[in-house]
């Protein structure tokens, strides 16, 4: 078996294993509540579940739901789980110390599961790309297929990095999914079964600029998730009755938590990105006698550029802070993704390579 | 001690203007609320921005924030750009309230504008407003916002700029909407003067910002920092410990200096006991008006290379040379102020040139590399020297830089006519028309008897099918030359400028059609003449391009993401130092509330000193907890479980 079919072999392995994780996550996410309910742990001050239905027979069966579901919200929230929780925003900063717990709470086992698999599948990942990168006698990251199997490593690679100085389990069914998602496009669709490279390619800046890009893309995307979930515990925190935010909620850390990893994320990625940008004008100026020449990639990373520095900035003028900065935060990963897929598939330019 | 209303007032004097100007020329001024904010303008970036913001994100003004009464707290509706500062969320917060008032001075130094803005404004009084509006950090996150979309139509509509012809085709397609967009500069986007206006508002907004700024952080960094507050114990970190070693004091200087916090003695300082502030940080808004200050630098590059550089393209096949003069050039775009005249006078022969193709699997066809083989001198009478130029590895000279850009070919023909004359012999440029290079040419000889014309299509590897002929791999490996011949009045003398690579065939009486490989020769039909093909040779095409602004943009870069990186990892922070006689000879009856006093100090006939240690940090309160029991371990204080 030539070495790039052990490559395939790899990351066929490696997305099944992210399939798994990613329905560990799933499974952690579902657990998390149904066993604090039946479990049945309502707390004292919290309504008695007999008493509601009295109400809500008399008012509408909507209402019933979500009587039901703030029952049933009020036990999620029971207060050991609170304490828990408490006690690991304590700990650390984001949510607590991996620490093996000696009780699992409900959903614990199963997101550790999760974990487990994640590093399964970036190690398997990684040996794809090594394989790859072997067989091909150069960094493996030289089209688009090949770019997206880098992405797919620098997404769970961020997270796992993360996942060493922090608990971000809840982190990581979006995460799974990001990178099966990647993995599956690439396999899929942009699959390439070339060496070579196009000469444009022929350069050390290749390894430097696409890597910082690829890298900074990974860490974008954790960025993004973080986002995401900020808004929805922030949605929860202002409208209880949001209920599917509050149901979510319950599961991950206060708004105020990922607020501040969503922001470290996008600080860190930020100076890595300008450095990308710049390589890439470097590198440009070596290949085609101009170090920026407002070609669809360029001008689509120049975007990108320009709306993380305003997230930055955002986070720094009053009014803007918070939901809004969040918003600008997504517009910028949403930029990134234009940046990294549309722009090769749909438009024209130097930057368009042979083989996507 | 002040009670929290008293010192608000107190801020509120030395900083009359500041509310009154963050609302707008007419607002009221919010002198007599618990606020204290700093208005648009030159002290709205930076430090209080980001006191601010991670006043929010540290744990410690979040408690502050849920710990204050409601009602208590600033009104965010009054809120300039920069927000709450830190000691807006202080008073009732259980910051201690000295450390409050302390932090208000984390901006000290900055410039204090006394504008006396009341409701009627004149018209430098507008001036001033219309300057401060543009230079706030919302209107720079307005225009941030601004540059990115009107970017956008750049990227999705054809650009003057790279493809010329794209965008008449596109203008061809869409006639109305077309002109409409090229009306409003939609094709030439990255100069259009909408694109100019924004970004040039937004540097003159950024230069606004940071002018003020530097001078502001210029005083900061030489300003002592603060006195201890009176309380330590409730700064993050705070320990507070009993020793009777005299040495701490000067020990906690030793180790600080030596992390290279920058240490204040207080004022109080009397041998072993006294105060001291120390800190650390300043790299990080030095950082910041780098980072701001280098974007300044790299649009300088740019411009410098747009108005002061040049840029060429030129075709060269195989065997022909090139000297650097202008009217060598097939196309030429000067900046504004570009000297022509004294281009460098290089000039260089392309003895060979080499591309080589993916032939296997699902890229085949490809490209996989390009070398043209040049003999240069970089100006007349030097030795001549050879370089290989591909496509990363440009060939610099003296000023200017040869980059290959493209390649083709150029089949060499041979045209006799019907009297036997040779009236060409030499390579025709053929343009590629696709990733085969399927090219096509024409060679027009208005001087043969009789004139002869004609159009051809190159195809490296031929074959022929329904749609006619073509190429299916771009190297040579079967090439066919497929030539129309015409004969009649070229039109070349009539002085209409005509295309040399376009022979339009009106008018003209087509003499036949045939395929040639390399080395067969056509006899015209009619006896008009024959056609040889020769060889298949190719031609490259080099961007030769002066710039220099680059450098400059390059310097500027480099310090972008240097100060970019200080501004976004660094931390400010400060810790104090106050070390007590609590009993024995020198002892001084402990402050009040001297909450942890041991009694079995007081017992001891010797000397007992208390050390209190806290720290402040503007970002995460754990960040300087972790520097403060470190500095607590290192004089010899409890070591706390971290
Ligand atoms: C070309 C335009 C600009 C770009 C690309 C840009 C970019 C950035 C970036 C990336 C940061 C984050 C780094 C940091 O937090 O220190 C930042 C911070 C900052 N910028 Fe700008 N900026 C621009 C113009 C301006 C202007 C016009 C102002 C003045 C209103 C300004 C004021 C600030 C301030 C105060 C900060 C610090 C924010 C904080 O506390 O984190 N910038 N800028």
């Keep these: 078996m030539s070495l790039a079919q052990w490559s395939n072999l790899f990351v066929y392995a490696s997305m099944a294993m992210y399939a798994l994780a990613f329905v560990s996550f799933a499974v952690s996410f579902a657990a998390t509540r149904s066993l604090a309910v039946d479990e049945g742990a309502v707390p004292p001050g919290a309504p008695e579940p007999a008493a509601v239905p009295a109400v809500a027979g008399a008012v509408s069966p909507q209402a019933a739901d979500a009587a039901a579901e703030a029952r049933a919200l009020a036990r999620a929230r029971s207060p050991q789980l609170e304490a828990e929780m408490a006690a690991q925003a304590r700990r650390s900063r984001w949510g607590g110390r991996s620490d093996g717990a000696a009780a699992l709470p409900p959903g614990r086992r199963a997101a550790n599961i999760g974990m487990s698999l994640t590093w399964l599948a970036t190690g398997l990942l990684l040996a794809g790309l090594v394989a790859r990168g072997l067989w091909a006698g150069r960094a493996p990251w030289g089209n688009m297929y090949e770019y997206s199997l880098s992405s797919a490593l620098a997404i769970s690679g961020v997270f796992l990095a993360f996942s060493l100085r922090r608990d971000v389990r809840w982190l990581g069914l979006l995460v799974s999914a990001a990178s099966l998602i990647t993995l599956g496009v690439a396999v899929l669709l942009l699959y390439n079964d070339s060496p070579q490279l196009v000469p444009a390619l022929h350069s050390y800046w290749l390894v430097i600029h696409v890597a910082a890009a690829i890298i900074a893309g990974g860490a974008f995307t954790v960025g993004a998730a973080a986002t995401v979930l900020y808004l929805v515990a922030d949605r929860a925190e202002r409208r209880p009755e949001a209920r599917f935010s509050r149901a979510v909620a319950a599961r991950i850390p206060d708004s105020a938590t990922l607020d501040t990893l969503a922001y470290r994320t996008n600080a860190f990625v930020f100076p890595l990105w300008t450095f990308a940008v710049i390589a890439g004008a470097v590198w440009a100026e070596d290949a085609w006698g101009r170090y920026w020449g407002w070609d669809p990639k360029e001008t689509w990373a120049f975007i990108t550029w320009l709306v993380y520095a305003g997230y930055l900035h955002a986070r720094a003028t009053a009014g803007w802070r918070g939901r809004k900065a969040a918003v600008i935060g997504l517009i910028g990963f949403a930029s990134f993704l234009i940046n990294f897929f549309g722009v090769n598939l749909f438009a024209s330019g130097l930057h368009s390579y042979a083989g996507v | ?642």
């Design chain 2, 1 to 642: 001690m002040t009670a929290p209303s008293d010192r608000a007032s107190a801020r509120l004097s030395d900083a009359p203007d500041r509310a009154g100007a963050a609302a707008g020329p007419t607002a009221p001024s919010h002198a007599g609320t618990s606020v204290v904010q700093d208005g648009g303008a030159g002290s709205s970036f930076g430090l209080e921005g980001r006191e601010g913001r991670e006043g929010r994100e540290g744990g410690e003004a979040r408690a502050a924030r849920e710990a204050r009464p409601a009602g208590a707290g600033p009104s965010t509706a009054a809120a300039a750009d920069t927000g709450e500062r830190l000691e807006d969320l202080a008073p009732d917060a259980g910051l201690p309230e000295d450390a409050a008032a302390l932090s208000a001075d984390w901006g000290a130094g900055r410039r204090r504008r006394t504008t006396g803005m009341g409701p009627r404004l004149g018209p430098v009084g507008w001036l001033r407003w219309g300057w401060r509006q543009l230079t706030s950090m919302r209107t720079a996150l307005v225009l941030l916002f601004l540059l990115a979309l009107a970017a956008i139509p750049g990227s999705v509509l054809p650009q003057r700029g790279t493809d010329p012809i794209a965008v008449a085709d596109w203008i061809e397609g869409r006639p109305g909407l077309g002109a409409t967009l090229d009306r409003y500069g939609f094709f030439d986007v990255f100069v259009a003067p909408w694109f100019s206006a924004i970004y040039l508002l937004l540097f003159v907004s950024l230069i606004g910002c940071v002018l003020p700024r530097i001078a502001a952080h210029w005083r900061a960094m030489r300003q002592p920092t603060p006195p201890a507050p009176r309380r330590l114990d409730r700064l993050a970190g705070a320990t507070t410990w009993h020793t009777d070693d005299p040495g701490t004091l000067a020990a906690a200087v030793a180790a600080l200096q030596e992390r290279r916090w920058r240490v204040t003695p207080g004022r109080d300082l009397d041998g072993p006991v006294g105060s001291l502030a120390a800190e650390k940080g300043f790299a990080r808004e030095t950082g910041n008006l780098l980072f701001h200050v280098a974007l300044v630098l790299i649009l300088i590059g740019v411009a410098l290379g747009a108005i002061f550089g040049w840029r060429g393209t030129v075709i060269v096949r195989e065997g022909q040379g090139f000297s650097n003069t202008l009217t060598q050039y097939d196309s030429f775009a000067p900046g504004r102020m570009a000297s022509t005249e004294a281009l460098p006078p290089f000039a260089f022969t392309m003895t060979d040139f080499d591309a080589t193709f993916e032939r296997e699997g699902s890229q085949r066809g490809a490209p996989r590399s390009f070398s043209a083989v040049m003999a240069y001198t970089p100006e007349p009478g030097a030795p001549l020297e050879t370089k290989v130029v591909t496509v990363n590895q440009p060939l610099r000279l003296d000023g200017a830089k040869v980059f290959l850009v493209g390649h083709g070919y150029a089949p060499h023909l041979r045209l006799t006519d019907a009297t036997g004359r040779v009236v060409f012999d030499d390579t025709v440029v053929f343009l590629p028309q696709d990733g085969s290079f399927t090219s096509t040419g024409v060679l027009k000889a208005p001087d043969a008897q009789p004139p002869l014309g004609l159009t051809a299509i190159l195809a490296p590897t031929a074959i022929i099918d329904q749609g006619g002929p073509r190429s299916v791999f771009p190297a040579p490996d079967n090439p066919g030359l497929f030539v129309s011949a015409f004969t009649g009045d070229l039109g070349l003398d009539d002085g209409v400028p005509s295309n040399v690579f376009q022979l339009d065939t009106e008018g003209l009486e087509q003499l036949g059609l045939e395929g040639l490989g390399p080395g067969q020769t056509w006899e015209l039909p009619d006896g008009a003449g024959t056609l040889e093909f020769v060889d298949l040779e190719r031609w490259a095409s080099f961007t030769i391009s002066h710039d220099p602004g680059k450098g400059l943009a390059l310097a500027g870069s480099i310090a972008a993401i240097l100060g970019l990186m200080l501004s976004l990892f660094v931390k400010r922070r400060r810790i104090w130092v106050r070390v007590e006689a609590v009993a024995g000879p020198g002892s001084t009856p402990a402050s009040g509330g001297s909450a942890g006093a041991d009694s079995a100090a007081a017992a001891d006939p010797a000397t007992v000193y208390r050390v209190q240690v806290g720290g402040l940090s503007r970002t995460e309160a754990a960040d300087v907890v972790g520097e403060v029991q470190q500095l607590v371990a290192r004089v010899g204080g409890p070591v706390k479980e971290a």
